[in-house]
């Protein structure tokens, strides 16, 4: 099991800045390198014993190992006539945003409510 773990934490660091940044693609004279916020996670188990207790013991071993891994595209750089700038994905934003305004909204009304009483 160690040998799996340890392969899986050699897989994600190579993979590393590769997964947060694209391959520059050339467009209409301009290059665009394509950015992303990456996220993994992984676990692994392992188990081993005999039962104790009024039945006969019982053998066992165990083992066991998940993952999982999240990206989103966060925006681009754009490079065009020498100038380089961030171009954010809206939609991205958007996703982000939503909940934050919708929580800060209910804070607000919260802290207004209280400060009538």
């Not at 799996?4 to 301009?30: F, R």
Request: aromatic share 6%; proline share 5%.
């Amino acid at each position: 099991m160690a040998s799996l773990t340890k392969q899986l934490a050699d897989t994600v660091t190579q993979v590393g800045v590769h997964s947060a940044y694209g391959a520059p693609v050339e467009v209409d004279g301009a290059t665009i390198l394509p950015v992303a916020c990456t996220t993994y996670g992984f676990g692994a188990g392992e188990g081993m014993g005999e039962g104790t207790g009024e039945q006969a013991p019982a053998q066992g071993e165990g083992s066991g190992g998940g993952g999982g891994g999240m990206s989103v595209p966060v925006g681009a750089y754009v490079t065009q006539d020498g100038v380089t700038r961030f171009q954010p994905n809206v939609i991205a934003l958007l996703v982000v945003a939503v909940p934050f305004v919708w929580v800060a909204g209910r804070a607000l009304a919260r802290v207004i409510r209280a400060l009538k009483r």
